[in-house]
Structure formats: structure tokens, C-alpha cells
């Protein structure tokens, strides 16, 4: 099955600078790669997609870059605030092989202002 | 719509103690999923159901732990005899198909003396 592995655990960054979370993944044929942001004591929600026929996606101050033939991917946050200070989770899914999120294990963002 | 829902939101019990923890979809959504979360395993997936179907349970940990959903709007986990390493926060998560965004309900955070 699809393994993800997501680098690092823990990031720390200033405020205005900017944040890289790197996953790579190992089926060749996930499709689908979305980021899920969990602040303290919340549910996970989804921040940004990608999907595979695409190389590179952004919303504002976050972006998401893919390298299929490298098979991975990364989330870019831009001026970085306060409030981006929480967990970031990546994922990936082939879509028709049972439509199952695989997360990798979660980055620690913290903000200092 | 309400979003996803569970319940209860705190459930703490005494080891050897039947746990059932509730979960009501989206509307409309297919898939249901149960996860787990702890600081050392991450969020880990439990079963997922397609069309009020069992589609994986390979992340049910043990025998101890079952999940039902008898119609598309309700579906619950059950751990039976819990044990104080069940500890963690459980969230369900419903999404339509595919590349849609998945979402996550509040958690229910369980504590098992």
C-alpha cells in the first residue's frame, strides 16, 4: 500500500519568514495530494489540494508544488503569521483504489513572533 | 449542513468498560472513515465504510474494537473491553468521492483510567 513520509517533525520559523514541509510518497500511481492544517485541540481541515495532472498550486500566501517523477511534494507558506503556527499533515490518494487518504505523520509548525 | 457530527465530545471510562463512540455524515457523502490520534502513532485510520459498506479494516487495531453503519447517516465505533492504551482523540471523517475535500468531525476525546 501507499506509504507517506513527511519531513520535518517539527519546524520553527519567524514571523514573516518562510515555512517548507517536504512528503514523499511511494505508489507511483497516487493522483491526489491534499494539506490539512490541525491547530490545537481542533479538527484537521483542508488547506490546499493538488492534483496529479498539475505541478504546482497556489492560494494566497501557501502553495504546493509536485514532482511526480521524484514522487514528491511540498507546502510552502509565505510570511509566515502567528496563526499558521499548528500541525500541518500531508497526504496522498489513487483515486478508484479505494479512495483512502494515506497521511504522513504530521509537521509541528511554529511561528515565533 | 451541520458538518460532521460525533459524539460524546469527552468520554472518559474505567478499564474493562464497553465504549461506543458516534458518528452522523454529511449528507449525501459516501464514504465514511475512523481515525485515531495520538501523539505517537499520529493519525492513523482505523476502518472506512463506501455506501454504508466495510471497505478496510486493516487498522482496527484488535478484536476488541468494531464499527457499524447501519444506514448513511449514522455509523458508530465500539471497544469493547477498553483499556487505558485506547486513550486518544477518535474522529470521523465523511467525504462525497474521490478528489472532494474530506471532512473531519470535532473528535471525541477518550480517556481510559
Known amino acids: 500500500g501507499e506509504n507517506v513520509e513527511q519531513h520535518p517533525s517539527t519546524l520553527s520559523v519567524q514571523e514573516g519568514d518562510s515555512a517548507v514541509i517536504k512528503c514523499t510518497y511511494s505508489d507511483s500511481a497516487s493522483n491526489y495530494f491534499p494539506w490539512y492544517k490541525q491547530e490545537l485541540g481542533k479538527r484537521p481541515q483542508l488547506i490546499i489540494d493538488?492534483?496529479?495532472?498539475?505541478g504546482e498550486k497556489k492560494d494566497q500566501r501557501i502553495a504546493v508544488t509536485l514532482n511526480k517523477t521524484a514522487k514528491h511534494f511540498s507546502l510552502h507558506i509565505t510570511e509566515t503569521q502567528p496563526e499558521d503556527s499548528a500541525v500541518y499533515f500531508c497526504?496522498?490518494?489513487?483515486?478508484?483504489?479505494?479512495?483512502?487518504?494515506?497521511f504522513g505523520g504530521g509537521t509541528r509548525v511554529l511561528v515565533k513572533p | 449542513d451541520a458538518g460532521v457530527i460525533q459524539s460524546p465530545r469527552h468520554e472518559v471510562t474505567e478499564m474493562g468498560q464497553e465504549v461506543t463512540l458516534r458518528c452522523k455524515p454529511i449528507s449525501g457523502h459516501d464514504y465514511l472513515f475512523w481515525y485515531r490520534q495520538t501523539m505517537m502513532r499520529g493519525l492513523e485510520l482505523l476502518i472506512y465504510f463506501n455506501n454504508n459498506v466495510p471497505i478496510d479494516d486493516s487498522g482496527m487495531p484488535e478484536d476488541r474494537f468494531s464499527a457499524k453503519m447501519p444506514n448513511a447517516s449514522f455509523s458508530t465505533l465500539k471497544i469493547q473491553p477498553s483499556e487505558p492504551r485506547d486513550s486518544a482523540v477518535y474522529f470521523c471523517?465523511?467525504?462525497?468521492?474521490?478528489?472532494?475535500?474530506?471532512?473531519f468531525g470535532p473528535g471525541t476525546r477518550l480517556t481510559v483510567l
Open positions: 471523517a465523511s467525504r462525497l468521492s474521490g478528489f472532494e475535500e474530506q471532512f
Open positions: 493538488i492534483r496529479s495532472n498539475v
Open positions: 497526504a496522498a490518494m489513487r483515486e478508484a483504489a479505494g479512495n483512502k487518504l494515506t
